[in-house]
């Protein structure tokens, strides 16, 4: 008779590891992804950060630029320096070359934000892998769990019947449950 409980027991044990290795591998699979997503955020927001500092160093780069360009116009002006020929072609160098340091510095400044949100893409797929994982070791857990506790049941079982086939062997049992 005891075997025959220890049977049911094994199988209910069966049954709720199953369903708590379910349980526990959802909960880890929401936490990962929780995690990837608010790093994949952070990430944008670094990018966001990067692109409005961008902007407002291009403006400023810009209105430097031209600043400098309207010095050196006013003061070949005061000198009486001519406008055309070798003095115009130095500011118009510098006036280019300025011109190439912003777009340079745009340019790295784009290139820092693309690689902040592919980043951010990279995270939210190793999350999205990591919860997977964490699902199908949950749902291995489970299945686990299950077999083994149909695996003890039906082993309880064998014995509890193999003990009702001794008593029968002895002629002590009675074909009821409460004696054998």
């Given at each position: 008779m005891l075997n025959f409980v220890q049977a049911g027991l094994s199988l209910a044990s069966g049954f709720m590891g199953s369903s708590s290795a379910k349980k526990a591998a959802k909960r880890k699979a929401q936490q990962i992804r929780a995690m990837a997503s608010y790093n994949a955020r952070v990430k944008e927001m670094e990018a966001r950060s990067i692109q409005a500092v961008g902007k407002y160093e291009t403006k400023q780069a810009y209105k430097q630029?031209?600043?400098?360009?309207?010095?050196?116009?006013?003061?070949?002006?005061?000198?009486?320096?001519?406008?055309?020929?070798?003095?115009?072609?130095?500011?118009?160098?510098?006036?280019?070359?300025?011109?190439?340091d912003v777009q340079n510095q745009r340019?790295?400044?784009?290139?820092?934000?693309?690689?902040?949100?592919?980043?951010?893409?990279?995270?939210?797929?190793?999350?999205?892998?990591?919860?997977?994982?964490a699902l199908a070791e949950g749902r291995a857990k489970a299945r686990s769990s299950l077999l083994g506790g149909i695996s003890s049941a039906i082993g309880g079982i064998g014995a509890g019947m193999s003990a009702i086939d001794a008593a029968k062997a002895q002629r002590t049992y009675t074909g009821s449950w409460w004696k054998y």
């Open positions: 630029r031209t600043r400098a360009v309207q010095e050196q116009r006013a003061a070949f002006a005061k000198t009486g320096a001519i406008t055309s020929g070798t003095p115009m072609s130095v500011m118009i160098e510098q006036a280019m070359q300025m011109d190439i340019r790295n400044r784009l290139l820092q934000e693309q690689n902040l949100k592919q980043q951010a893409k990279g995270i939210q797929y190793e999350g999205e892998v990591g919860a997977e994982t």
